[in-house]
């Protein structure tokens, strides 16, 4: 049935451009990822359709396939009332495919990328059936006369006995009459009772009529039971090339096993150009024919063939040639058959691969799942240690501008820690910096290891393989790359190693505190000299009581103790807020690089998982 998009209805034709899009797009998604024999299935697919569809879309290419002694060229000799087809007395010898072709123009191609060398051109206009007659004459020797005298392939006129103008048969509205007559035979009517049903019993009595100008190919093809390899190989490749398969069993094989599990059980996608003639008819009763339609159709519906036409015939009397060959004509007619045979194709192939499919949408990695990975690439990446570095050489740098002038000169022989982290950003340029943590040690490869799997499993989830596998294997295929991004990011981030403006005032006071210490003291040493010396006495000022340079000397040491102990507890907070800067800028830098090694290639796995589930779900919900 045709769709409707935008208003637009799609042909047949261009549906199945859609789906082989499908296709297309899922192999190139499946590459690497699904299991090779799979996607080689599939490329046969694709190369077959992409064949195909460059050929006539005039001819429908039907092909009668069956087991030894099924009487399949006898089949043949019937449809196309010659006698091309050879039939041998005991055993079938058809040893390479035959094709009686219906329209030349186009065929020549077709035939050739089929592989059929051995062919008969009808003329045209010539019909598709003979006629009862005709078929029933065939003989044991390979030569029907009538056959040949009613066929104007075979050089002479038609029989004057055809009627002028034949009724068309019904085809597959023929079938619906054969069922019927299947379904009482199988609930036993009475035996005088005719269980024909009309329009079979008409159209047996017509000579049949052409295809109106549509191109046809007849096959009659190797057993495919056959004992020579090479016979099997020709069928097992035509099987998979022909636009209608008509499968041509008799009573005693029916149920061969070989027919079944080799052929038809893969078939059930193709249900809609797939034909079963049930050949031999006549040699069974009505009784037995209605238990042996009945018992073939439970086995096809078992096979998932419940809605392929089964037709009982008789290549010999003619007995159901007419309602096969209604089939035959309305594919030819249709012109369709191509098409639905490449989108069965198409749809088995999608069927192999719906198990590789998720079940639902791959959802994106969670942001709790993207701060554990940043968290667990920060410890990697030394993080906490370039904090504590950045809180410790704060507060070196404040005693060493804010400390007593007398003692901060010891600061100078305490190691900076940035700088044994090679972190200083005055010592060497930003892009030849490297530090000293992007040696990683055993611990920090498996804490990123560690974060990379935990990571993949949660990216994840419980998708389906290979998809599974393959996040997993996107997420932890990125360890090579984390190295230099996370020493890079730590180098490249601002850790703000300069000194505080404020710094400078409290070493100026500082050192005032100290000048008047030093003033203080000095004033009593002259004083003291003085003495020792019995020189008159210098007169010292007083304030409130106090002389000046003993207020000198201990306004000096409490100011240095003060402002000590302010530019201490000033320097901690300093110093805890810039760690505090430092941290959530490292942290921020490798959440980036979590985004853009890790989270990136994982992303992108996640988004082929659904791309690839959603190429096959189109092509299998069309």
């Known amino acids: 049935m045709s769709q409707k998009i935008g208003g637009h209805e ?59 002694g099924s009487g399949k060229s006898s089949l043949v000799n019937a449809l196309g009332g010659t006698a091309a087809a050879r039939v041998a007395a005991r055993r079938p010898t058809t040893s390479e495919p035959l094709a009686l072709v219906w329209g030349r123009e186009g065929s020549g191609e077709l ?14 206009g010539a019909p598709l059936v003979a006629g009862a007659a005709g078929a029933a004459q065939d003989s044991t020797d390979g030569t029907s006369s009538d056959a040949l005298r009613s066929h104007p392939a075979a050089g002479s006129r038609p029989r004057e006995d055809t009627p002028a103008a034949p009724r068309r048969a019904k ?10 007559w299947r379904q009482a035979l199988a609930s036993g009517a009475p035996s005088g009772e005719s269980t024909t049903p009309r329009d079979t019993q008409d159209t047996q009595d017509t000579q049949g009529t052409d295809v109106r100008g549509a191109g046809l190919i007849l096959l009659d093809l190797p057993d495919f039971d056959s004992t020579t390899q090479a016979h099997r190989d020709v069928v097992l490749r035509l099987a998979g090339q022909v636009d209608v398969l008509v499968w041509v069993v008799d009573p005693q094989k029916y149920a061969d096993a070989a027919l079944h599990h080799g052929f038809l059980r893969d078939l059930a ?22 238990a042996v339609l009945s018992s073939l159709t439970g086995i096809l519906a078992d096979e998932g063939l419940q809605e392929a036409p089964v037709v009982p015939v008789s290549a010999q009397t003619g007995q159901g040639i007419e309602a096969l060959a209604g089939i035959i004509r309305d594919f030819a007619q249709g012109r369709t058959a191509a098409t639905l ?9 999608a069927a192999d691969l719906v198990p590789f499919v998720a079940h639902d949408v791959v959802a994106a990695p969670s942001g709790d799942a993207r701060a554990v ?31 007593w002038p007398v003692t901060r000169w010891l600061a100078g022989f305490r190691p900076d820690p940035l700088r044994r982290l090679n972190l200083r950003r ?28 935990i990571f993949g499993t949660a990216a994840s989830g419980d998708v389906v393989e290979p998809w599974r596998t393959s996040i997993r294997e996107a997420a932890r295929s990125t360890t090579g790359d984390l190295a230099d991004a996370l020493d890079s990011a730590v180098t490249g981030a601002e850790l703000e190693t300069g000194r505080r403006r404020w710094w400078g005032l409290f070493g100026a006071l500082q050192w005032v505190a100290l000048a008047a210490l030093v003033g203080g003291v000095g004033w009593l040493g002259v004083l003291a000299v003085l003495a020792f010396l019995q020189l008159p006495a210098l007169e010292v000022p007083r304030v409130e009581g106090f002389p000046v340079p003993t207020l000198l000397i201990l306004g000096g040491f409490g100011a240095g103790i003060l402002l000590g102990v302010a530019a201490a507890v000033l320097a901690r ?6 760690a505090a800067r430092v941290r959530r800028r490292l942290l921020e830098a490798c959440a980036r690089v979590a985004d853009d090694v890790v989270l990136h290639p994982v992303l992108d796995e996640v988004r082929r998982c659904n791309d690839f589930r959603d190429a096959v779900l189109s092509v299998a919900d069309r």
């Open 573 to 578: 907070w300093g110093a805890r807020r810039r």
């Open 171 to 180: 085809g597959l509205r023929d079938i619906l009459g054969v069922r019927r």
């Open 269 to 290: 996608t193709h249900q809609a150009v797939t034909v079963v003639a049930l050949n031999q008819a006549d040699r069974l009763d009505q009784a037995d024919l209605g």
């Open 426 to 453: 005055q010592e060497v340029l930003p892009e030849v910096r490297r530090s000293s943590i992007a040696r990683a040690q055993p611990a920090q490869r498996a804490t990123v290891d560690h974060a990379l799997r």
């Open 111 to 124: 035939l050739d990328w089929l592989g059929v060398g051995s062919r008969v051109e009808l003329p045209d």
């Open 341 to 349: 045979r490449i989108r069965a194709d198409a749809a088995r192939a």
């Open 373 to 403: 990975l940043a968290d667990e690439l920060a410890q990697a990446a030394g993080v906490p240690l370039v904090v504590d570095a950045v809180r410790s050489s704060y507060r070196r740098d404040a005693h060493a501008a804010m400390g």
């Open 10 to 68: 799609l042909t047949p034709a261009t549906q199945l451009t859609g789906v082989l899009g499908g296709l297309h797009r899922a192999q190139e998604l499946g590459q690497d990822r699904v299991p090779e024999d799979v996607l080689d299935r599939l490329r046969v697919v694709l190369d077959h359709a992409a064949g195909r569809r460059s050929l006539s879309a005039e001819h429908t290419v039907v092909g009668l396939f069956g087991p030894t």
